[in-house]
């Protein structure tokens, strides 16, 4: 095997299909990186759950496979002069590194035993710009349980439709959700979940713009095209929450908040609150206005944030991180706060109607006082 190409291009597929790498298995191939000489060149880096494979182009003089050994060969490249590198591997797997009056020689392995990548079938492609499924994972994922006793919520339900692409995370005390409505249509309907450490390296890999990501949902895999990069990862099997039946409806108190001013200072309120000093945000939604307060050994924060509209002087604790997560994500400049009472969610829905969003946080108990 032989090829050349150059050393920005290797850095960069060997950065993104060494994500899947497996640190340490039983079955030591795959603690490598599958390089592919053909028509260009391939890397993929695939720990049984995850696989990334990276195109480049390369100018191939002899085809072939091998196992290369990830750190070192990443190490090694990284550290090359820019320009061109020349890679060739002999039949004993004995490689040769060049790039300018820089030289290497390390051993490979053979491919033979290199486990078969998930394969998806010829499904029908979705596209969507990338920009926007970035913004749906980003906007959801951080509320997917890390509970593994109900595995099917540690990942993002995506619900299909013609005329809109729906992305869902739960974890019991919160729920997010991000729509996408596509201007001509997907032609499509289909429901899957998607492991939240699948979804992360799909985040990583996709950029800021508006040219069009893919996704192919097979049996029991997904395949995501981004741009060079291909992931393929295992679905989630159960059975998700019908979590339109626990979004509440028709609030009877809606009120609207510029969304970086109440971020903020739920933000400085609970600078008083860790996760060794816990205590709720104890929030009092009047008019025009929300107090918030809270309380933990270490101290003690109040804070006032501007509103529009009357809370009726509703009484409310919520978890101080959940909610400025959610906040953190909301994708407008202002938001809708809908609540019912003490003991049901507080729901942030777009003022917009551009927008498509709702974040759900349920209530926790605050003493009297």
């Not at 970086?260 to 009047?286: H, M, N, Q, T």
Request: overall charge negative; aromatic content about 6%.
């Amino acid at each position: 095997m032989r090829f050349t190409c150059e050393k920005t291009m290797l850095v960069t597929g060997l950065n993104i299909a060494g994500r899947t790498v497996a640190q340490k298995s039983s079955l030591s191939v795959i603690e490598g990186i599958l390089c592919k000489a053909g028509q260009g060149l391939s890397l993929t880096g695939y720990n049984m759950e995850t696989a990334i494979t990276y195109e480049i182009d390369a100018d191939v003089s002899d085809m072939g496979q091998c196992i290369l050994p990830a750190k070192l060969f990443g190490d090694i490249i990284r550290r090359l002069p820019e320009g061109p590198v020349t890679v060739v591997v002999d039949e004993n797997y004995k490689v040769s590194i060049r790039a300018g009056y820089a030289s290497f020689t390390i051993s490979a392995e053979s491919a033979e035993d290199y486990p078969e990548l998930p394969d998806v079938g010829d499904g029908r492609e979705i596209y969507i710009p990338q920009n926007k499924l970035k913004e749906m994972i980003s906007g959801t994922i951080f509320a997917v349980s890390e509970n593994q006793g109900r595995p099917i919520h540690t990942g993002v339900k995506f619900e299909v439709t013609n005329d809109a692409i729906t992305a869902v995370a739960v974890d019991g005390f919160r729920l997010a959700r991000r729509t996408f409505h596509p201007e001509e249509g997907t032609g499509r309907e289909m429901r899957f979940v998607v492991p939240a450490a699948g979804l992360k390296e799909v985040e990583k890999i996709l950029t800021d713009v508006e040219d069009n990501a893919a996704f192919t949902l097979g049996t029991k895999h997904i395949l995501f095209q981004v741009g060079n990069a291909t992931l393929v990862c295992r679905l989630l099997e159960g059975e998700f929450l019908d979590w339109r039946r626990v979004v509440p409806s028709n609030c009877p108190i809606k009120m609207v908040a510029n969304v970086c001013d109440l971020a903020s200072s739920v933000e400085r309120v609970g600078l008083i609150v860790s996760e060794k000093y816990k205590s709720p945000l104890r929030c009092v939604f009047g008019d025009q206005e929300l107090l918030m307060r809270t309380s933990t050994t270490i101290g003690a924060a109040e804070d006032r944030c501007s509103l529009a509209g009357d809370g009726k002087e509703l009484e409310i604790g919520f978890n101080v991180r959940y909610l400025a997560e959610a906040l953190r994500v909301i994708p407008s400049e202002e938001v809708t706060l809908e609540l019912t009472n003490g003991l049901s969610p507080i729901v942030l829905t777009p003022v917009d109607e551009k927008e498509d969003f709702a974040y759900m946080v349920l209530p926790v108990r605050i003493k009297n006082g």
